[in-house]
């Protein structure tokens, strides 16, 4: 059984669909760090999960870059989401000439234990928002993030898109404008969703290590 400690059900309904194993919401709110990059958030929050819960979690930080916009919300996805809205993202996209973007995923494993240092390979396909920490990938000792006496596990994905008017009622968050070769991501099923998406390349990185790692 995994333990996905998020207050997000959108993002556990994607992993039970993923994963062969189990996967439990512990709907704690643990605290988030401000930082500029992913991996630092879901480092941080891993951690901080971790502790709450007292068994071995993963949490998941992910968030939409648009490349017109220098890479605006990233990490802040969330907060713009709440204040902002989808419709007033597209907004502001709309008036630039370039609408391309990225939804990121960095999901992150703690289990109070320490692992072998084996930095995965990361993924080509995303631009912008690629900091020293997103680079490092795989496994990370305290020291490499932020100091704080656990080691986290890093799993990263990411799918370059486009950003539409909004289209489709499926998924969640900025799922609506969101545009994967011809179809947002509200327009597509979990499943096919899952096949492309940011989450569903970081869970698949993460399943095959899960699967083939003994703990
Ligand atoms: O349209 C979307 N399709 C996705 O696949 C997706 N993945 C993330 N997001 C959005 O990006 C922010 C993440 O913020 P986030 O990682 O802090 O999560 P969250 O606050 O929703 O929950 P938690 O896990 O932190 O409790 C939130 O605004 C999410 O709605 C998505 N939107």
Redesign the pocket.
Known sequence: MINF????P??VA?AREYLDEPVEQLDF??P?RQAPDLAT?AAH?ARAAYRHAGEPVI??????TIDALDGFPGPY??Y???KLGIERVWELTKRESDHSGA?R?VIAYCDGEGFEATPEPVDTERRGQDTAADRRGGATTDEQVDGEGLPVRLFTGAARGKIVAPRGNG??????I?EYDGQT??EMSTEE?NAI???GRALAKFAEWYETTER
Do not use: I, M, Q, W
């Open positions: 400690v998020t207050t997000n959108g993002k994607e709110d643990y988030e958030v929050g949490v998941d930080d992910s968030g939409l996805s969330s713009v989401e709440d939804f995923a998924g969640f968050g900025f799922d609506p969101f991501y509200a969703k998406s940011h989450r």
